[in-house]
C-alpha cells in the first residue's frame, strides 16, 4: 500500500464518520460507496466489494463508539434501547456476517441496494411531533418492538458490512416512535453493539484487511466526534432531510452500481 492510498482511505473514513456522528447513522451507506469509487478515482489503489465490506465493519465501529460518547453527553443516548436494540440487532448482523462468505458479491450488493431503497418512504413519512427538546430519559418505548426491527434490520446489515442505522433510524423514528434526537444517540449505540458482533463474523471468516481498516478507523474517530457537535447545532427536521438526502445519493450511486453490464 502506498502512502497515497493511505492517507486516501483515512480521509474517506474521517468523512464518513462526520456523516455518522452527524446523522445516527454508522457511516456504511457513506462508506461503502466512497471505498468502492474515491480510490480508483484518484488512481492511488483499489478494494473490492468483499474487501470494502469488511473495512466497512471496522470504520462503523470506531465512528458508533466515539459518536456514542459524543450524543451521551446531551442526553440523547437512551440506554434500554441501546441494550435491548442492540443484543438484537448484534445477534442479527453476527448471523448475516458468517452467511455473507456463502453469497456473491452481486447479491450483495443488490441487498445493500434494496435496503437503502426501503429506507427513503419511511424518512418521507417519518414525523417528530414531541419536538428536539426531550430527553432520552423521558422516553418510553415497546421493547419487543424495538428488538424485533432491530433484529430485522441487523440480519441485513450484518451481510453486507452495515452497521444499519441508516434503515434503523427511520424505522426508530416511523415504528417504535422515538424522537428524531433520541434517535440519533441511540442509533449509534445500537449500531457500535451490532457491528462488534457483525466484526466478529468478519475476523471469524477471513474477510479484513487490517492495514486499510486500521487507517479508515483512524479517521473515523475524531470525525464522528465532529459530526456529533455539528448535529446539536442544527434543529431535528433538518437532521431528517439531510438524513434522507444522504440515502438518496447512496440508493442512486449503488443502482447504478448493480445494473452496470
Not at 25 to 47: K, R, S, T
Not at 86 to 91: I, N
Not at 120 to 138: S, V
Amino acid at each position: 500500500m502506498t502512502v497515497v492510498f493511505g492517507v486516501t482511505l483515512a480521509a474517506l473514513g474521517l468523512c464518513g464518520a462526520f456523516v455518522s456522528g452527524l446523522l445516527g447513522i454508522g457511516g456504511a451507506v457513506v462508506m461503502i460507496p466512497l471505498l468502492l469509487h474515491v480510490p480508483p478515482l484518484l488512481d492511488v489503489g483499489a478494494l473490492d466489494v468483499k474487501a470494502v465490506t469488511g473495512v466497512t465493519m471496522v470504520q462503523v465501529l470506531a465512528a458508533a463508539v466515539s459518536g456514542t460518547l459524543a450524543h451521551r453527553r446531551t442526553r440523547a443516548v437512551h440506554g434500554g434501547l441501546a441494550i435491548v436494540g442492540g443484543a438484537a440487532m448484534g445477534l442479527g448482523a453476527l448471523v448475516g456476517a458468517v452467511a455473507s462468505t456463502f453469497v456473491d458479491d452481486r447479491w450483495l450488493l443488490a441487498l445493500f441496494a434494496v435496503m437503502v431503497t426501503a429506507a427513503l418512504p419511511l424518512l418521507l413519512a417519518a414525523r417528530d411531533p414531541r419536538g428536539d427538546t426531550i430527553f432520552a430519559e423521558q422516553i418510553e418505548f415497546s421493547r419487543w418492538l424495538a428488538a424485533a426491527v432491530c433484529l430485522g434490520v441487523g440480519l441485513a446489515a450484518g451481510a453486507v458490512g452495515a452497521g444499519g442505522a441508516f434503515l434503523l433510524v427511520p424505522l426508530l423514528l416511523v415504528f417504535v416512535r422515538i424522537p428524531i434526537r433520541v434517535t440519533i444517540g441511540s442509533s449509534l449505540a445500537i449500531t457500535g453493539v451490532a457491528a462488534l458482533t457483525g466484526f466478529a463474523g468478519k475476523l471469524a471468516t477471513g474477510q479484513i484487511l487490517w492495514a486499510p481498516a486500521l487507517l479508515v478507523a483512524l479517521g473515523a474517530i475524531p470525525g464522528a466526534r465532529l459530526g456529533a457537535m455539528a448535529s446539536r447545532r442544527l434543529p431535528g427536521r433538518r437532521l431528517q432531510q439531510l438524513l434522507f438526502v444522504v440515502v438518496l445519493a447512496t440508493a442512486i450511486q449503488i443502482w447504478v452500481d448493480l445494473l452496470a453490464p
